[in-house]
């Protein structure tokens, strides 16, 4: 809070911080067993603290320039001799785990929540080394992580580290072994994706999806799951976070496989044909591109039976109705490509377009005289039950008798 | 695509066989399966017409398996269903079945988003009361039992809601089970379930029997409230208000205050935050002799505390604390303890701690008297008017009417001018806004003089503001003034120089006139009105800005009431007619809006209107008048339609000339 007092004792601490990083990195053997308790101490003494409220209440993480913190001169002297201190060949994960322990950790993990950038940068080298040298702390370390971020998604939609938490467990996920376990799959299902549905996707989405496409890597029968989630939580509104959500789901069309691909193209294709008809021109342009990727076309090619029905009512339409010059030039391809790939198809579907489009209008019809049906119905059932209010007495009695 | 030949068979089943409530679930089915969202939605939300139509066997039998079987969906579909099944006992057959409903809830309860769960518990709740003890020992309680023993945490914290409402009405074993599993919950691994109990922890104290609540309760309440996770932490705070209530002062020290004590000094702000903001019901709860052993203590600290946020949260509570302090040495106290870390507020170096003093500071005057008002506030209040901050020394000028009321006004009026004077000027239109709000307020307590003298040209200087918003409170303010100061004096001093704007070469301005006659036209009275606004409002007829003279025939029409008859028929309404013509058409529109207002009006009054024979023939048929002019009724669209029908519906009431003359006009 205050960095203009004792400006001489700080100079003493900085130099003697730096003394000390100095002396690890340059020295071999000096890290004795009796020093790790007070190393550990020192660490702990200067990083651990509760982190400020932010200066600013509605800080937006997009928006806001972050409040960088007061005292990192000699913070990140400290980050810096940790850091050494762990990668320094001497280290022995032996005998620090008796002070690096749980409670450490968690600590360690409440930091990531600093508004400072450069402060998160050093933690996620930190907890990344922490994370590979002390296999016991694994899967607490995964546990805190995913109280974290279910705590993001639910309670305070605030956590400023999750970029950097996001970027060491694509790494931590790379190196799962198979088959996957039961809790791996129930994280990436509970916690990764209802993360999309987050305000501030866009500062993690790069991190996010990674991770989802090293799961998919890792077992392609999760594509299912995944993308029938990531359906669920389409954005409604917000076409940034449409253009993401589509950017992702190109990455994982880019790794599917053509069995996995017959298993969800009837929902998917359903939903990016919404999309190409989506009046914010940057979705529509994002879902057009698709058919610029090889991989993906041969997969519709495949497919293109099932896929050129959902498609075309989408297509043909816009081809005629929308606003942006570029999307109508982009459709035209699209549409010329689909053609080429079953041109019988493609005209019948053209042929009875129109009689689809009247069949839509007669069901919406009947859909209302449903309802105006059933309206009548309760009030006649309400009637009904007035009339008989009279006989209620008599059948309470008969009830109460059995 | 699946369901759509749910509806052809439901409506044939209907049609065809006249089995009636055949229907209606498959109605639902389909549209539960629709691929539209909303339509889903939609279906959800009239699930108690379906029920009724359904009847509550089939309610029972059918729809809510049904229900329960296909609870996946969208989250907005989910919260609709938790929501409609709180209010579902009667549909289902009352509260003999009320059980029926708990399946689909207790799934609701367990999904992911907290939306909808805290929906289903509500619900869940809800429906608890209407059970009967043995229902409730036989479904409910099991119910709260899976819950609380779910394998993801969404249903352990969904099960946290439930403890309090289903222990009262319990058998002994069957209580002291559930006690058990609130205590497993309150230290369950999840810092969300944890977080979920330590929020439930009060209410479910406040049913418990007492010798529970010393045993079991507050050593619950000492582990959250020393949990290692400050978010945990700080909702035991909010327990201890409800647990302390429950206490004797002796089990209270014992058991309690260490606790308490600890959290007002707990490393992580955002704990010291909750105690500084529940300081006034802590207070309340522990009673007079633990405030002033522990509590002021405690808040003396709070108040200097490092992080601003916390000095604010202190700060504002300043009043409360004191008003609540038993009155017998309650100024000592004041005086001694807690003026002292006032005055340091005051010069605080975070704007929001100056500012939440600020709001509250004023109220000290009535607790502290007139003579330490002057000698100890009067000196902070005088600092903090001029301090550089405009919602600080606005929140000042907001509550003077509490210092009034001890030492009179007058002894901060020369600080207060320079004060208002400088945030009627603020480049912020907010604080400007803000300023103007407390005009009438400052002119009740400064008197006509001194109003006349030193605020009145503000006042004036407000109508010609850049910002519209200024604009109008600046002519609902000079209203507000003539209700306090009388007619006589608008006369006088406001109204010839609101009448001299209608010239001004800026429009908006001469517009800011006809608000202004808007506004004070009632509180002037007819005499006023008709002798001096009157003549302004007909001359800006002819105005050659649009906006000008469509806001006149709106000016015409709202100051109608006031003028007498005469003036109406003679003066007014030619000038109407005549913009009932212009060649704008909004100005046409509401010149015709005026008219026919100000003709229902004269009607009202009984008063001759020529051509009465004429007048009443429509009036009784006026669908025989409307006939022909709307040939085959093709336009129905569009503003421009309506405009059409609702004018001419009235004017089928006005006199023939006009009747004759405006479909004409208009077609």
């Not at chain 1, 501030?200 to 799951?225: I, M, N, R, S, W």
């Not at chain 2, 009202?604 to 040939?631: C, G, I, M």
Request: net charge negative; charged share 25%; hydrophobic share 40%.
């Amino acid at each position: 809070m205050d960095s203009v007092s004792d400006l001489k004792s700080k100079e003493i601490k900085r130099a003697t911080l730096n003394e000390l990083v100095e002396y690890v990195s340059t020295n071999r053997g000096v890290i004795v067993e009796s020093a790790y308790s007070d190393i550990v101490k020192m660490i702990s003494a200067n990083i651990f603290r509760t982190l400020p409220p932010s200066d600013n209440p509605d800080f937006d993480p997009e928006e806001d320039e972050p409040t960088l913190e007061a005292s990192w001169p000699h913070i990140q002297l400290v980050y810096e001799f940790f850091l050494r201190f762990l990668e320094s060949p001497d280290f022995q994960p032996s005998i620090a785990k008796r002070y690096i322990d749980q409670k450490f950790v968690q600590q360690l993990l409440e930091l990531f929540d600093s508004e400072d950038p450069r402060e998160r940068d050093f933690l996620k080298t930190v907890l990344h080394r922490i994370y590979g040298k002390f296999l016991g702390l694994r899967a607490f370390i995964r546990k805190q992580i995913n109280n974290i971020f279910l705590r993001f998604i639910y309670e305070t939609e605030h956590f400023n580290g999750v970029a950097e938490l996001l970027e060491i467990l694509g790494s931590i996920i790379n190196g799962f072994a198979l088959p996957l376990k039961a809790e791996h799959k129930q994280f990436l299902m509970k916690v990764l994706i209802p993360m999309h549905t987050a305000k501030g996707l866009a500062l993690f989405h790069a991190q996010l999806a990674y991770c989802v496409v090293q799961f998919l890597e890792k077992d392609t029968t999760l594509t299912e799951p995944v993308i029938r989630g990531l359906l669920k939580f389409w954005p409604k509104t917000c076409s940034q976070k449409e253009v993401m959500f589509l950017g992702e789901i190109e990455e994982i069309l880019d790794v599917i496989e053509p069995t996995q691909f017959k298993k969800i193209e009837e929902p998917l294709f359903k939903q990016i044909s919404k999309c190409v008809s989506s009046s914010h021109f940057q979705v529509a342009e994002r879902a057009l591109y698709f058919w610029n990727n090889e991989y993906i076309l041969s997969l519709i090619e495949e497919n293109i039976d099932k896929i050129l029905p959902i498609m075309f009512a989408s297509l043909y339409k816009i081809s005629k109705e929308h606003w942006n010059p570029t999307i109508v030039t982009l459709v035209y391809n699209v549409l010329k490509t689909l053609m080429e790939m079953n041109g019988k198809l493609f005209e019948d579907l053209t042929s009875s377009y129109k009689a689809e489009r009247q069949r839509e209008k007669k069901k919406e019809l009947e859909r209302e005289e449903l309802w105006k049906k059933l309206e009548e119905l309760k009030l006649k059932k309400a009637l009904e039950n007035q009339n008989s209010a009279f006989n209620m007495h008599s059948i309470l009695s008969n009830t109460s008798a059995e | 695509m699946a369901g759509a030949a749910a509806p052809g068979t439901g409506l044939g089943a209907a049609g065809g066989d006249g089995d009636d409530s055949l229907y209606p679930i498959a109605v639902l089915i389909d549209e539960l399966r629709n691929e539209d969202v909303q339509l889903r939605l939609n279906s959800i939300k009239k699930l108690s017409t379906i029920a009724l139509a359904l009847g509550v066997e089939r309610t029972r039998t059918e729809l809510l398996p049904f229900l329960t079987d296909t609870i996946y969906d969208e989250d907005e579909v989910l919260l609709a269903l938790a929501e409609q099944l709180g209010n579902f006992t009667g549909l289902v057959g009352g509260p003999d079945f009320a059980h029926c409903l708990l399946p689909p809830l207790e799934s609701l309860a367990t999904v992911e988003e907290t939306v909808v769960r805290d929906r289903a518990v509500e619900s869940l709740r809800q429906i608890s009361q209407e059970h009967t003890p043995v229902a409730l020992e036989v479904h409910f309680v099991p119910l709260v039992k899976r819950l609380a023993s779910g394998d993801w945490f969404t249903s352990r914290t969904s099960a946290c809601g439930l403890f309090s409402v289903c222990y009262p009405r319990a058998s002994n074993a069957v209580k002291e089970e559930i006690r058990q599993h609130f205590r497993s919950l309150c230290s369950d691994d999840t810092p969300m379930v944890r977080r979920a109990a330590a929020s439930k922890l009060g209410e479910f104290a406040k049913v418990l029997e007492l010798d529970s609540v010393k045993s079991e309760i507050v050593p619950l309440f000492t582990n959250l409230a020393s949990d290692e996770q400050d978010s945990v932490r700080l909702l035991a705070v909010e327990a201890c208000v409800s647990i302390a209530q429950l206490l004797s002062q002796d089990d209270l020290e014992a058991l309690v205050m260490p606790t308490l004590r600890q959290a007002a000094e707990d490393k992580s702000w955002r704990v010291r935050y909750m105690v500084a903001d529940k300081f006034s019901e802590l207070q309340k709860a522990v009673g007079p002799k633990i405030t002033l052993n522990d509590l002021i203590p405690a808040f003396q600290n709070l108040l200097k505390d490092c992080e601003a946020e916390v000095r604010a949260a202190a700060a504002h509570k300043v009043k409360e604390l004191c008003e609540n302090l038993p009155i017998e040495g309650r100024e000592t106290i004041i005086m001694n303890q807690i003026l002292p870390y006032i005055k340091e507020l005051v010069s605080d170096m975070n704007q929001h701690v100056k500012s939440a003093l600020a709001s509250v500071i004023m109220g000290l005057s009535t607790i502290l008297g007139k003579e330490n008002t002057i000698e100890h506030l009067l000196p902070l209040f005088l600092a903090q008017l001029k301090d550089e901050c405009p919602e600080v020394r606005l929140n000042i000028i907001s509550n003077l009417d509490c210092v009034n009321e001890v030492i009179g006004i007058r002894q901060l009026s020369q600080s207060l001018l320079p004060a208002i004077v400088e945030l009627a000027k603020d480049a912020k239109w907010r604080v400007r806004l803000a300023i103007i709000e407390y005009m009438p307020l400052l002119a009740g307590q400064l008197g006509v003089e001194f109003f006349d003298e030193k605020l009145n040209s503000l006042c004036m200087a407000w109508l010609v503001d850049h910002v519209y918003a200024i604009r109008e409170a600046a002519t609902n303010n000079l209203m507000k003034l003539v209700q306090k100061f009388g007619t006589e004096w608008a006369q006088n001093t406001i109204v010839p120089k609101v009448l001299v704007m209608a010239d001004d070469p800026n429009y908006l301005h001469r517009m800011t006139t006809l608000f202004c006659i808007n506004a004070l036209s009632e509180a002037c009275g007819q005499e006023i009105t008709t002798k001096q606004m009157l003549p302004i409002v007909l001359k800006m007829a002819g105005d050659q800005v649009a906006n000008v003279r469509f806001n006149v025939a709106k000016s015409l029409q709202k100051i109608g009431p006031i003028l007498d008859t005469n003036a109406l028929q003679g003066e007014v309404r030619p000038v109407l007619q005549k913009l009932g013509q212009d060649e704008d058409m909004d100005v046409k529109y509401f010149a015709q809006e005026a008219i026919s207002v100000m003709a229902q009006r004269l009607r009202k009054l009984d008063l001759p209107v020529k051509d009465s024979e004429e007048l009443s023939a429509p009036r009784a048929d006026k669908n025989h008048f409307l006939s022909p002019t709307v040939p085959g009724d093709n336009t129905r669209k569009g503003p421009a339609y309506q405009l059409h029908v609702n004018t001419r519906d009235k004017l089928a009431q006005l006199e023939l000339a006009e009747r004759v003359h405006f479909p004409q006009s208009r077609d």
